[in-house]
């Protein structure tokens, strides 16, 4: 039978397990993907951990992921443009990626280009899509200076490259072990830590224009005394400064659509955009998965392999 990825309560990572299911059968306008590669995500850790319970409960057994790359099995009824063995990329709002199988809304998918490797595929719907709406956001003109928290995350190596793409600086916040990676690709690097605030001030040497964070932990609260107009401040996690500051929360829900993951693509596909991949995992290490992610120290993706 196949496998996907279970839980029957909120809890840590002990709490997942790869179990049997049987082969789901597409209904009128869904298809089925046989999965070839699914990201994970920090807010799956949330959801599985209930720190989002009572906002987006889970019914148990409960599925996990979205991200989702892979080759059509099976059509419903009424889908049309898509057919088995078609190579595709999408996503599931059904917390379901993370499987050997997966329905998706025929809507949810678009082609996989050949210069998309499965894994970059797999990986690139929720870090792809949350950092296009961040970096829209905030509303980047060619000679501005952007900031990014986190900028050699999984979301943060797509911002920081799509802000490139905009013609503007961008000084990215993190590690020295991240800094070669980031000059590589453009970006001023600057260790983040004590004294972050004059360390941005002489590389960005003028005015910040915006900023992204991607972190939290008082990010927000930097960017407001770089003297980053509301408005052009963006943050995908600190909801309470945010609401303090009346900085913008955009984020995957503000981009979530085929047409942004097949924008994305193409980019990947003629190498203007490298999506970095830290780490993969078959689908039977899950936990070690998520365990690595939640240390907020890798490069790029982690992504799993049914």
Do not use: C
């Not at 319970?53 to 148990?60: N, V």
């Not at 190579?87 to 809304?105: M, W």
């Not at 503007?168 to 453009?186: C, F, K, M, R, S």
Request: proline residues 5%; aromatic residues 6%; negative net charge.
């Amino acid at each position: 039978m196949p496998q996907a990825v279970r839980f029957d309560g909120y809890g840590d990572v002990d709490v997942l397990q790869v179990v049997d299911v049987p082969r789901p059968v597409p209904g009128r306008g869904q298809v089925l993907v046989e999965v070839k590669a699914a990201g994970i995500n920090p807010g799956e850790i949330a959801i599985r951990s209930g720190v989002f319970a009572e906002r987006w409960p889970s019914t148990f057994p409960s599925g996990q992921g979205s991200d989702l790359a892979g080759v059509v099995a099976e059509v419903g009824d009424g889908v049309t443009g898509v057919a088995a063995g078609d190579e595709v990329i999408g996503f599931t709002d059904n917390r379901a990626s993370h499987a050997q199988f997966v329905l998706v809304d025929a809507e949810n998918l678009t082609p996989r280009l050949s210069g998309v490797s499965w894994e970059v595929a797999g990986g690139l719907y929720v870090a792809g899509t949350t950092a296009y709406a961040a970096v829209r956001a905030v509303s980047l003109t060619p000679g501005d200076t952007v900031v990014v928290s986190a900028a050699a995350g999984g979301v943060g190596s797509i911002v920081v490259q799509l802000a490139k793409l905009a013609g503007v600086t961008v000084i990215g916040l993190a590690g020295p072990a991240n800094h070669e990676w980031l000059a590589e690709h453009g970006v001023v690097p600057v260790t983040y830590g004590d004294g972050v605030a004059d360390r941005i001030r002489e590389a960005a040497g003028g005015p910040v224009n915006a900023f992204v964070d991607l972190f939290g932990g008082g990010y927000v609260d930097l960017a407001i005394e770089l003297g980053v107009a509301p408005d052009r401040i963006d943050t995908i996690i600190d909801m309470a400064a945010a609401a303090k500051y009346g900085t913008k929360t955009e984020g995957n829900a503000a981009a979530a659509t085929a047409d942004v993951l097949a924008e994305l693509a193409a980019l990947v596909d003629k190498g203007a955009l490298d999506v970095p991949i830290a780490k993969v995992y078959p689908l039977t290490e899950v936990r070690a998965a998520y365990e690595d992610l939640a240390n907020r120290h890798t490069r790029g993706k982690i992504v799993l392999l049914p």
